[in-house]
């Protein structure tokens, strides 16, 4: 999958892989997570317990690599089949999803969501991906009060795909 124009009209030239366990692709989706985990991690980072678990995520084998015209990793997005507690059924929910902050808008988020959501359909499973932002402004919507008035700091949203 390529890059293609983004808003500014400027060319985002970005290739997306499925990342696998080999080293230098989990170097790479690594680099990723500990920034993710910069900007907005809830607990401290212990790496050892990190990346097993980024590991084991990318030996399913749902997991994206978005990489720039250069080969450097950009963005990443990974999925993991879960079971519905109600139900014998599964679904895709993100592992983790993130993009560089420099190269937001510029569709690479969107080229992962897209990726994903062709596993998802393939595999005939709902999607829901979790796209978070530390630093965003809490909408003043009838929900967004009635959470804030409960302790809760709106950082993102959950969107379903199929």
Sequence with gaps: LKG??????????????????????????FGLL???????????????????????ILDEGLAFLARDADGKPIGTLALT?????????TYLQDAWFFVLPELRNKRVGLALMQRARSVADEL?????????????????TPMTLISQ??????????????
């Design 149 to 162: 008035n409960a302790g809760y700091v709106p950082v993102g949203y959950t969107i379903r795909a199929r």
């Design 124 to 140: 005939n499973k709902i999607l829901l991906v979790t796209v978070t932002n530390p630093d965003r402004r809490p909408k003043k």
């Design 34 to 56: 500990v920034k993710l985990h910069a900007e907005g991690g809830y607990a401290v980072l212990d790496a050892d317990v990190a990346a097993g678990s980024a590991w084991h």
């Design 81 to 89: 089949q879960l079971q519905f507690w109600y139900s014998l059924d």
């Design 4 to 29: 293609k124009r983004h808003k500014a009209g400027l060319i985002m030239d970005f290739t997306i892989e499925v990342a696998g366990t080999d080293e230098a692709s989990f170097k790479d989706v």
